[in-house]
Each structure stands twice: as C-alpha cells, then as structure tokens.
T-cell receptor, first 113, second 114 residues
Framework: GDSVTQKQGQVTLSEDDFLFINCTYS??????LLWYVQYPGQGPQLLLK?????NKGISRGFEATYDKGTTSFHLQKASVQESDSAVYFC????????????FGSGTRLLVSP | DPKIIQKPKYLVAVTGSEKILICEQY?????MYWYRQSAKKPLEFMFS???????DNQTASSRFQPQSSKKNHLDLQITALKPDDSATYFC?????????????FGPGTRLTVL
C-alpha cells in the first residue's frame, strides 16, 4: 500500500536558520502530496498541498516541490521563526478511492530564539 | 467558535469498559473521518463516512464502531477497551468524500485505558 517516510524525528534550529525536512513516498498512483503542521494540543492543519499538475506548493513561507523521479516531497523554509516550532507531517492521499490520508511519522521542529 | 467539536477532551477508562467519543462538525461538510494518534504509531486512518454512509474502514477490530445519527455527527463507540487503545482520537471532515478535498481536523480526544 501507499506509504510515507520521514527519517528525521526532530530538527533543532535557531531563528532565521534554513529549514529542510526530508520526505519520501511510495505509491502506485499519481499522488496528491500534503504537508500538515500540528501544534501542541491541537489537531493537524493543512500547510500545503501539491498535485502532479502543479508540482510545487507554497504557503506561509514554506514550500515543497514534488519530485517524481526521486519520489520526494521535501519541505523547506528560508528563515524559521520560534513560532514555527511544531510537528510537521508529510502525507499523501491514498489513490485507491482517495478516502484516506496516509501520514508519515512526523518531524518535530524546535526553533530557539 | 470551534468548527469541529470533539467531546470529551480527556477520557480515562478501565480495561473492558465501553466508551463513546463524540464528534460534531459545523463546516457544512459531507464527509467525516476518524484518525488515531499514539506514541507508537503516527496518525492512522480508521474510518471515512460520506453522507452518513461508511466509505472506508481500515480498523481491523470490530470493537470500533462509528455511529452517524446526523450528517454532521460521527461518533466513535469503542467496546471492550484495552490499554493498547490508549491514544488521541481525531475526527476530521471535508467538503466532499475523497482525500483530495482538504480534511479539517478537530482538537482530539485523548483516551487513556488503565
């Protein structure tokens, strides 16, 4: 079945550092790829979405590019702020019927001032 | 005002008991979902409903039963609770069925089974 892999369990940065979170996926269909962000005590919220049609998503300074060749969907931000501290989930929409979202294990981002 | 309400926020139960987790959405959405998040596993899809009909079920155990009394309600009944059921359960909804439509998540119910 479809799967998403995030190898970085935690990333620790200082404000204004560059952020890069690795994500790779496996699917037999043309996926819709997603990044969700989860703040403490809250449910996940959609950060950005990319389909094979547009290849790149940008939101709130974050961007992710869909690379079919490497089956990757890395998340980047040029300059992080302390308020970006949260858990980030890479995910994809299941292509078979499309009723569920398959999540990666999440990457906790800690940004110090 | 919160658009997706989950009750209760915290729930403690004893092994073998039964609990119902409540979810109501006021987004006017037609599809609703349940996900589970625990320390051992990432966010895990459980069920999806569209217009009050079950569309997908990825939960192996029949101890988990969704109940939809209204289009904007999708409760989750869990019977014969086990310590392994301890997790945060998230309800979500989307305008249309299908994961391509953005799914909005509620704040979750944290269940602890002793």
């Amino acid at each position: 079945g479809d799967s998403v892999t995030q190898k970085q369990g935690q990333v620790t940065l200082s404000e204004d550092d560059f952020l890069f979170i690795n994500c790779t996926y496996s699917t037999t269909t043309y996926p819709t790829l997603l990044w969700y962000v989860q703040y403490p005590g809250q449910g996940p919220q959609l950060l950005l979405k990319v389909t094979t049609a547009n290849n790149k998503g940008i939101s709130r300074g974050f961007e992710a590019t869909y690379d079919k060749g490497t089956t990757s969907f890395h998340l980047q931000k040029a300059s992080v702020q302390e308020s970006d501290s949260a858990v980030y989930f890479c995910a994809l929409v299941d292509g078979t019927g499309g009723y569920k979202v398959v999540f990666g294990s999440g990457t906790r981002l800690l940004v110090s001032p | 005002d919160p658009k997706i309400i989950q009750k209760p926020k915290y729930l403690v139960a004893v092994t073998g008991s039964e609990k119902i987790l409540i979810c109501e959405q006021y987004l006017g959405h037609n599809a609703m979902y349940w996900y589970r998040q625990s320390a051992k596993k990432p966010l895990e899809f459980m069920f999806s409903y569209s217009y009050q009909k079950l569309m997908d079920n990825q939960t192996a155990s029949s101890r988990f039963q969704p109940q939809s009394s209204k289009k904007n309600h999708l409760d989750l009944q869990i019977t014969a609770l086990k310590p392994d059921d301890s997790a945060t359960y998230f309800c979500a909804s989307s305008q249309a069925a299908g994961g391509a439509a953005e799914q909005f998540f509620g704040p979750g119910t944290r269940l602890t089974v002793l």
